[in-house]
């Protein structure tokens, strides 16, 4: 593949092939040549991308009182199939080992899908009274799934291999649902941080989890209009503490079943913070999860002299930074112009660059060039470190301003089916219509304009709003509003 | 189980029933309830215990020019069997998935019992030159292995879940040679920031990986005596690069095949810090790597204005501690004595334990308790934060002296058979034995004091020393020490 710089002005259009050129180009994810469909290899740089982004959603859970546990990937099928909602959800899906060595195995065990049957199993050894409650655990973890849908990298793998799965347990549904309440709002500050936009919607009864009572999940837009489930979290009732067994000694010395949840994200978070913010020159990475935060370019002068002052001038410039906490690393590849490491690491989304010539070295001076904006700017070295932590902030708040309007522009009020219809084929993007709230009257309506159907708002919809309004399908008042959009 | 505080005072007899026991008490890992043999829980406290581990060896192999990647865990049966030696090695070990969801795979996949094969089958499209050389990649991941040995949690497992696994790749042998150097050195770093003993053999030919032109193997001895093998360092020559056509372009324009090492430690890191420096109170953690640092007990006075002053000063000594880094637990539990928090935290493992009562208050002062040598002393508030950061160094040296001081004592030069028979069966630990350096002769030491042979000193025997020294098999004059142990 060859793509001459600046093609994929409209991303909208070439969004996939953007986005396959970007992960091979920036050095995030090798995808396609690993001979087993669905699996791909995260590089280097792509790793600490990866990594950096699943800090900070560990730090959200430790610090709201989550501990990060690790559990076999491998699922006894007993164990597996023991609460028959979730095997019919998951059973066309799962990949079985069946040998160990050249002997067949007694019994077949799962790669894990996820984990609500293993770690329920072991709950009713580990919880049995009030006094242990809330527990809430969580692992980030590789989970296997036998799509077969169209895979894509990180939106749609055989191998998810950044599955970050909570589940808590509580003494009461009440207890339970404020997990949920609170799962939403530790998802909702990471997507923020990210500068993800979304929209939380209850999915509809017959797109739930597997077993779960109701499922609330966080969708996105990505480039080409169509929407991605980046987050998902369950209010699981009692039906998996019930067929395991774990029964709590409750406040009133009674005994029953616990209560749970489990909520999850993916690799889909990554996708969607390359996918969001990027441009035509390739990455824009946040600030806040860049693996390199500035990137340093010598402009060569015409005397070796004058080279050696810029090279002195750019290792003060250097010890400042990395004294301050910004990991910088200086390119000084010989053989390369300044023009080609630019768009080097305009790819790769460093998110600041600084350049440094004979110019800024007489004026004790440097060049600030921020790649979300694309500008440039010269600074003094003495101002540099208020300067560059100002950016950094603004550069964060600036992506999270632009992908929020860009979204805003996408969820769209629409009266009827046919503008519905008419909306999703021109823009994609989100149509909210008004809904009675039945089943039938639901599964018309995705099946009408040719969508899913993403749930209803959770907050619900203010009364006045819907005055007036009447399902599209049965011509009865309108109960709520259903989104609806062409999906991953 | 029920055991009675100090039963373990003789941890060389008891050894296997107090790593049993203190995993589970120190909650570390849940071992035998998950209903697959050989595969347990890494629990909350022991989950951190891991990760400062992990985060250690990332530390050294990042500032070495080490990238961390992710591979998938699924290998094709095509591309595992591809290297006939490593196929002989693994064959009768490797799990298999052969269907997804409902039907049977039109291939298996092997779940990695180690990366070489999909690593070297990737590497054949990501590197051409020897501009791109040295590559050193290294992956944290799960690795399963269907041993057919007794499994033990965390030393012999079916699910490795901590394998740390680096492979590099060079333009030569000797340079590959260089890389096996960095790797021991690499290790011996790390063991020695744990404070684990270790002797480095070179396995014999008959024991080294398979596919290797030679293995060196980082072995310690737990406290009843056996040696475990707990990292080893394999020079893979052009084994994998052959037969997956690795082929680069080197420095004088001629084509070759690449040349390769890998090197990996496991869980048994983990099981060594705990079982080398435990005691009969259960977990002693160094400093470095302890989830927490220092536990805070507060003991309670005869009134309720003595017992506020208590807490007072307990919240400003915790402020101190934490501005500095010390990450700080105060058990203010209030329906449990002084005496049972300072066992739940002992058996924990946690370095630093400081009481904090009535007098305390009056005197400013707090009581520090170090877990390594049972001892306390009382220090003035104003000189604390000195005092700890001392004492944090000097517990782990003290670790370390102690350890090593253990572990040379049970590392013998002995003259013959019956005296290493003799020496093996009454206090276990590693023998050296002259040897001729034949393999047959070899073989049959191992035999005659049944024991395995770990190898020979990988910096040579200095010719004085092994003068007069005959091999006790055949009677030729030593060439070099043969070390020999009753192992894992």
Known sequence: MSFERGIYRDLGKNYGEWFDYVLENAEIYDYGRYPVKGMGIWLPYGFKLRRNIVELIRGLLDETGHEEILLPLLIPELIFRKE????????????????????????????????????????????????????????????????????????RLREVTTFKEAHTVHESFEDAERQVKEAISIYAKFFDILG?????????????????????????????????????????????????????????????YAWQTSYGISDRVVASVISIHGDSRGLVLPFIVAPIKVVIIPIPGKTPKENEEVGEFINEVKKILEVNGFITKVDDREDVRPGEKFYYWEMRGVPIRIEIGVREVKERSVTVFRRDMLKRE???????????????????????????????????????????????????????????????????????????????????????????????????????????????
């Not at 987050?231 to 067994?245: A, I, N, R, S």
């Open 84 to 155: 028959s909602e979730h095997v019919k959800g998951f059973e066309g899906e799962v990949y079985w080992v069946t040998h160990g060595g050249l002997e067949p195995l007694d019994i077949r065990l799962a790669l894990r899908p996820t984990s609500e049957t293993s770690l329920t199993y072991l709950e009713s050894f580990w919880i049995k009274s009030y006094r242990q409650l809330p527990k809430k655990y969580y692992q980030v973890v590789s989970i296997f799934r036998y799509e077969t849908k169209a895979t894509r990298p990180m939106i």
């Open 196 to 256: 993800i936009p979304y929209v939380v919607s209850k999915r509809p009864e017959w797109d739930k989890f597997a077993g779960a009572v109701y499922t609330i999940a966080f969708d996105t837009l990505l480039p080409d209009g169509k929407a991605l489930q980046i987050g998902t979290v369950h209010h699981l009732g009692q039906t998996f503490t019930k067929v395991f067994e774990v029964r709590i000694q409750k406040r009133d010395e009674s005994l029953d």
């Open 378 to 488: 010269v600074v003094k070295f003495d101002e540099l470190i208020n300067y560059l932590n100002k950016l950094a902030k603004d550069i964060d708040e600036n992506l999270r301003k632009r992908a929020w309007e860009k979204f805003r522009e996408h969820v769209r009020r629409v009266k009827d089916l046919s503008e519905a219809r008419e909306v999703l084929e021109k823009f994609r993007g989100i149509v909210e219509v008004p809904w009675c709230g039945k089943r039938s009257c639901g599964l018309v309506m995705a099946d009408e304009v040719n969508a899913r159907m993403l749930g209803t708002p959770i907050e619900g919809v203010p009364k006045p709003m819907l005055k007036g309004l009447k399902c599209p399908v049965c011509g009865e008042d309108a109960k709520t509003i259903a989104r609806l959009a062409k999906t991953y």
